[in-house]
Nanobody, 124 residues
Framework: QVQLVESGGGLVQAGGSLRLSCAAS????????VGWFRQAPGKVREFVAK????????YYATTVMGRFTISRDNAKNAVFLQMNNLKLDDTAIYYC?????????????????WGQGTQVTVSS
């Protein structure tokens, strides 16, 4: 098993940047693909980005492509989400999730382990 803890959320003005971190403990993080998802009030949880076990296979939702970058450091058991040019619609709770497949998935139901989430609020 693996335990996940997100950090780095906060309040930022539109156009600003935040860097989210997902720290893992338990099994080596390199055994898992990792996805970032988000959920805004009253909305379903949606896919944001994913990264394969070895750092390849990154993929983004169209709504964040070109603004967000996912990366990982398996030696530090961490995955990151750099978020630039934030928009009001990016306001949500952001979750990282681990999947035992090599490439991961855009479907949240495919993920086995989830963190508790970190709040991102973008203001005008």
């Amino acid at each position: 098993q693996v335990q996940l803890v997100e950090s780095g959320g906060g309040l930022v003005q539109a156009g600003g940047s935040l860097r989210l971190s997902c720290a893992a403990s338990g099994r080596p993080f390199g055994d898992y693909a990792v996805g970032w998802f988000r959920q805004a009030p009253g909305k379903v949880r949606e896919f944001v980005a994913k990264i394969g076990r070895n750092g390849a296979g990154t993929y983004y939702a169209t709504t964040v492509m070109g603004r967000f970058t996912i990366s990982r450091d398996n030696a530090k058991n961490a995955v990151f989400l750099q978020m630039n040019n934030l928009k009001l619609d990016d306001t949500a709770i952001y979750y990282c999730a681990a999947d035992s497949t090599f490439w991961g998935s855009v479907n949240p139901n495919d993920y086995d382990y989830w963190g508790q989430g970190t709040q991102v609020t973008v203001s005008s």
